[in-house]
């Protein structure tokens, strides 16, 4: 059992490119969540993803992000024209299908995006 | 609100003693609560949960215990170790989690060996 995997772990690009981080929930996991963190931070909620349906967005930027959960693949937030202020760490985290009660997240190891 | 740009509160204990991290929580009809441990450079882990119908909830080593009149969660460690140091964050939602989880600002706990 693997657990929730993210790639890459740390990620530098220049202003004005485009970065993308992908997230492969864990293994029987239908429900991807994708958090973002700042320094001596809290975690905050982006985008609440099933395969190939965006099930809550209200954290999403308007602008340059999207998230997709293909049926086939990784979950993959897409972060457009990347600003400085982009620069955070990217968590993801799964869970199973939320039918059966408590919704326990299970947090991968994070992405790290660096903006120069 | 959101606090921007602020260091984490600290509370440091010797090892061996007890630790008491608190957490208030805005959210009146928030249902299920969580306690998360994150390490430095690493992704958050899961410690301990409960639900709203509970006041209090028991693991190994830890306690967590919840007020809703006044909205306020507590997370009890008991003979605290060098590795429970780390960044603990209490978390909630709805509707016994069927949402996203909304997480609170978070403690650092550092233990003095």
């Known amino acids: 059992n693997a657990g929730v995997m993210q790639n890459p772990r740390h990620l530098v690009r220049r202003r004005g490119q485009e970065a993308r981080l992908r997230c492969s929930p864990m293994?029987?996991?239908?429900?991807v969540y994708w958090y973002r963190q700042l320094p001596e931070e809290g975690l905050k909620f982006m985008v609440y993803l099933q395969k190939e349906n965006i099930i809550d967005e209200s954290g999403m930027p308007k602008e340059r992000f999207s998230a997709e959960f293909p049926k086939e693949g990784p979950s993959i937030l897409r972060i457009q024209q990347v600003v400085r202020g982009d620069s955070a760490a990217y968590f993801c985290?799964?869970?199973?299908?939320?039918?059966?009660?408590?919704?326990?997240?299970?947090f991968g190891a994070g992405s790290r995006l660096t903006v120069l | 609100g959101e606090s921007v740009g602020l260091h984490l509160p600290t509370l440091s204990v010797q090892e061996g003693d007890n630790s008491i991290i608190n957490c208030a929580y805005s959210?009146?009809?928030?249902?299920?609560f969580i306690w998360y441990k994150q390490e430095s450079g690493k992704g958050p882990q899961f410690i301990i949960d409960i639900r709203s119908n509970m006041d209090k909830r028991q693991g190994q080593r830890v306690t967590v215990l919840l007020n809703k009149t006044v909205k306020h969660l507590s997370l009890q460690i008991a003979a605290t170790q060098p590795g429970d140091s780390a960044v603990y964050f209490c978390?909630?939602?709805?509707?016994?989690?069927?949402?996203?989880?909304?997480f609170g600002s978070g403690t650092r706990l550092q233990v003095q060996p």
């Open positions: 985290a799964s869970s199973p299908s939320v039918s059966s009660g408590a919704n326990v997240l299970t």
């Open positions: 978390a909630e939602s709805m509707d016994t989690g069927r949402r996203a989880l909304t």
């Open positions: 959210n009146s009809a928030s249902d299920y």
């Open positions: 293994k029987g996991h239908s429900h």
